[in-house]
C-alpha cells in the first residue's frame, strides 16, 4: 500500500495528539509531534545558554541543531531525538515548559521546524499534528483531518 503523508488540525485539547499517535501505531506510521520538536529547540537553548532576543545567535544555534524521531517499541510511540541524544523525557521539563512558547515564537525557529518537518514528510508514511500542518507545513498532504469535540 502507498504511504502518505497525513496531518490532523483542530482545536485546543479535542484530542489531535491521542488520535494522531493511534493513528500511526495502527498504520505503522511515524507519529511527528511537532510541538516535541519546538521542546527540543527549547531544551537545546536552554542547555546553551542561547538568548534568544539574539537573532543571530538564534540563527547560529539553529545550524547546530538535529531533530528526529525514532519509533519506541516499548512505548509504540516515536521519541524526539536531540543531534542523536533521546531527550523525549527531558523536554517534558517545567523548565522547557516555561520557555517554549516564547522559542517557539521566534520566525527562524518556527521556519526552521518547517523545513525539518518537511523534510520528514518527504519518505511519506507520517502522521503530523500541531499548528498550520495542513495548511502551511503540508498544504499538499493526502489526508487532512480537523477535529473537533463536543
Not at 74 to 92: F, K, Y
Not at 97 to 120: I, N, P, T
Amino acid at each position: 500500500m502507498k504511504k502518505i503523508i497525513i496531518t490532523l488540525d483542530g482545536f485546543s485539547s479535542c484530542g489531535k495528539s491521542t488520535l494522531a499517535r493511534q493513528l500511526a501505531r495502527e498504520l505503522n506510521y511515524v507519529f511527528i509531534d511537532s510541538g516535541a520538536m519546538y521542546r527540543a529547540i527549547t531544551l537545546y537553548f536552554l542547555r546553551g545558554h542561547i538568548d534568544w532576543q539574539d537573532e543571530q545567535a538564534v540563527v547560529s544555534a539553529l545550524q547546530e541543531i538535529s531533530l528526529r524521531f525514532e519509533y519506541n517499541p516499548l512505548t509504540g510511540t516515536s521519541d524526539m531525538l536531540l543531534n542523536d541524544e533521546n531527550v523525549e523525557a527531558l523536554i517534558r521539563d517545567m523548565l522547557v515548559s516555561e520557555h517554549v512558547s516564547a522559542v517557539a515564537a521566534l520566525k527562524e525557529v518556527r521556519e526552521f521546524a518547517v523545513a525539518q518537518q518537511q523534510q520528514m514528510g518527504l519518505e511519506k508514511g507520517i502522521v503530523m499534528d500541531g499548528r498550520d500542518i495542513g495548511t502551511t507545513v503540508f498544504p499538499e498532504a493526502e489526508l487532512k483531518i480537523f477535529v473537533t469535540a463536543d
